[in-house]
């Protein structure tokens, strides 16, 4: 049909969901039939991966979900055919992606498109605006897991890691038979008004209702069920542990030996990760773990050898002849922290937020007496891991660690209480939450102290 001309081929790509030529790749993949390839290349073809894609230039193309599964066609692409014009812009896309338009929760969007450079609004404030889309999160993740499979950086997990543990979790309840659309970081009831599906923003649309755009559930069940292929990856000299959680893992190698192992850990709510090496007979590889950017302080101990640092942002390579009982400790200190914005962030100015571990915290009317949006930090950034609390909360939510922080409401001192931001809107109908919280003012800070860099 494409090459007898019918013309709905020449503008598909400027009118449909970018998700096509994921298709047909698989297609190819399954049958080795050069036509779906070729098919692929064609339609991808007609959206340059350039700054274009922002501009508006191709009606609608800015629109966050549809970029977002284009750049994992261009990246997929550039795996199954090894040529350059299909990552030639990539890796400047994703840069411009995750430094300038990403929340610190790891969603994009606002309204649907690509936000314009560090306009990273907190709130919804007006009816026709929605924030951080919960299926864009799904594509951005689809679009990181094929540039890692390009390069092997670490970097791209790291996105992932803030991506599936923030945004993308917020957005199913615990118990995954509701779900938001979007997902804005804060919610107080100045925002009444806003509707998803015809029920109040702060509630998630609950089967069997499905929201008038019903993407987001099945494309959530979808990613759920293809996650176990993003723990893992492997090349010619080994595997690569990504992502961190209790199981198992057997792969052949090059030359047919087989690295398999098992983990054992409650990560992301504690960082301590125990590898161990199974199989029936030595084999020599590299095993390389995930440190994560935020780990300061990670260290990595092999056997009963001398805990050795780990570099935060890398992989740490255990290249060695392993066998079947040797153990491997992955250590990633969990203290809190406080990020900041960037400064060119002008919604986010003069705020910050907690985190732990890859668990960016918000503030949810549940857990406190004062109204959420008066509160205010009562700390300096630098401060954040010796005045803030971790208490291990096993019988809430499904178990978190809350966050106990010293702050102050209309200039009294006061206890704040945070929880995951995945976790909020699990435990009422309607609530209000809060992830951003201002900074005491300038005059304020200890004498001396300096502020953390931004994000």
């Not at 430094?99 to 314009?116: C, D, H, K, L, W």
């Not at 302080?297 to 255990?318: C, D, F």
């Amino acid at each position: 049909e494409y090459e007898s001309g019918n013309p709905y081929f020449q503008t598909i790509a400027q009118r449909e969901h970018s998700e096509y030529e994921l298709g047909f790749l698989r297609l190819y993949r399954a049958t080795g039939d050069e036509r779906y390839l070729n098919l692929a290349s064609k339609l991808t073809r007609l959206i340059p991966a350039g700054p274009e894609l922002f501009s508006g230039q191709y009606a609608g193309r800015s629109h966050a979900v549809r970029v977002n599964y284009l750049l994992a066609a261009y990246a997929d692409l550039a795996l199954e055919t090894g040529r350059a014009e299909w990552k030639q812009n990539l890796e400047d896309v994703w840069t411009d992606i995750v430094q300038n338009r990403s929340f610190i929760t790891g969603g994009v969007s606002v309204s649907e498109r690509y936000p314009a450079p560090h306009v990273l609004p907190q709130a919804i404030d007006n009816p026709d605006r929605d924030i951080a889309e919960t299926c864009t999160s799904i594509s951005l993740m689809m679009f990181a897991w094929r540039m890692h499979s390009l390069t092997g950086q670490s970097k791209y997990f790291d996105q992932i890691e803030t991506t599936l543990y923030n945004h993308f979790l917020s957005g199913p309840s615990l118990d995954q038979m509701a779900t938001f659309y979007y997902n804005p970081l804060k919610l107080t009831e100045d925002m009444k008004g806003k509707k998803d599906n015809g029920t109040p923003a702060s509630r998630r649309t609950r089967m069997p209702a499905i929201h008038k755009t019903a993407c987001c559930l099945p494309n959530e069940w979808r990613f759920f069920g293809a996650l176990g292929e993003y723990i893992y990856s492997f090349d010619d000299k080994g595997l690569f542990v990504n992502l961190y959680t209790s199981g198992k893992v057997r792969q052949k190698l090059a030359g047919g030996s087989e690295a398999a192992l098992s983990v054992e850990t409650n990560y992301p709510h504690d960082g301590r990760i125990v590898l161990r090496i199974e199989g029936k007979q030595p084999a020599h590889y590299a095993l390389r773990l995930r440190v994560p950017k935020w780990a300061t302080g990670a260290a990595v101990q092999t056997g009963s050898a001398k805990p050795k640092p780990a570099t935060p942002g890398e992989y740490t390579v255990l290249d060695r002849n392993w066998k079947p009982g040797d153990t491997v400790v992955l250590n990633l200190p969990m203290q809190p922290r406080m990020i900041l914005p960037d400064p060119r962030e002008k919604d986010n100015a003069g705020q910050a937020v907690l985190a732990r571990g890859p668990l960016v915290y918000c503030m949810e009317q549940n857990d406190v007496a004062f109204p959420i949006q008066e509160a205010r930090w009562a700390l300096q950034p630098e401060e954040a891991p010796r005045k803030v609390k971790p208490e291990w909360q096993p019988s809430l939510l499904g178990g978190i660690h809350v966050l106990k922080a010293p702050g102050t409401v209309g200039g009294q001192t006061r206890e704040l209480v945070l929880i995951p931001y995945y976790a909020h809107a699990n435990r009422a109908e309607d609530t209000w939450w809060i992830t951003f919280l201002p900074l005491p003012a300038a005059g304020s800070r200890p004498p001396g102290s300096a502020a953390l860099a931004s994000r």
